[in-house]
C-alpha cells in the first residue's frame, strides 16, 4: 500500500492540506494545482453549496470563485502551477474540500481546509457565477 503524503501551507491566514499524489493527478487531469485552487476562498463572490452527491463519508462542499482574486495578497503571484495552468490564470474554478481540525506543533486544534480536487468551472457554473438565469 502507498504512503500518501500530506502537504500543508497557509494562505491569507486560512490553513490548507492536500494528498500530495491526489494534486499530481489533478494536475495531469485539469491543469491545476491546489496551490493555485486555494485562491477561490479570498473571492468575495465565491459561490458555495454542500455536496449532496457525496459518497465519501465526510461532508465535502463545492466553491465556484475568481482564482485571480486572492484578497490582494503580496504573493498572489508566485502561488501555484501557473505555467501549467489549463486556462487563464483569471478563470473561475470549481473546487471541491472538506473542512477538518487537525492538531498543530504545539498540539492545538486548527480549522483546515483539505482540497479535494479542482478544475476549470463548465458554462452552467460560469453561468452560476456571474448570475446568469439559465
Do not use: C, W
Amino acid at each position: 500500500m502507498k504512503d500518501h503524503q500530506t502537504v500543508s501551507f497557509v494562505l491569507g491566514g486560512l490553513n490548507f492540506e492536500y494528498d500530495k499524489d491526489k494534486e499530481e493527478t489533478n494536475i495531469q487531469k485539469h491543469g491545476i494545482s491546489f496551490r493555485a485552487a486555494a485562491r477561490v476562498f479570498f473571492d468575495e463572490n465565491y459561490i458555495e453549496a454542500y455536496d449532496d452527491d457525496n459518497m465519501a463519508g465526510e461532508p465535502r462542499y463545492d466553491i465556484i470563485g475568481d482564482a485571480s482574486v486572492a484578497g490582494g495578497l503580496s504573493e498572489i503571484t508566485i502561488i501555484g502551477n501557473v505555467e501549467n495552468f489549463a486556462g487563464d490564470v483569471r478563470d473561475i474554478l470549481y473546487v471541491v474540500y472538506t473542512e477538518r481540525r487537525n492538531k498543530n506543533v504545539d498540539g492545538k486544534p486548527i480549522e483546515v481546509i483539505r482540497l479535494i480536487s479542482a478544475r476549470l468551472a463548465n458554462d452552467f457554473e460560469r453561468g452560476l457565477y456571474y448570475g446568469k438565469v439559465f
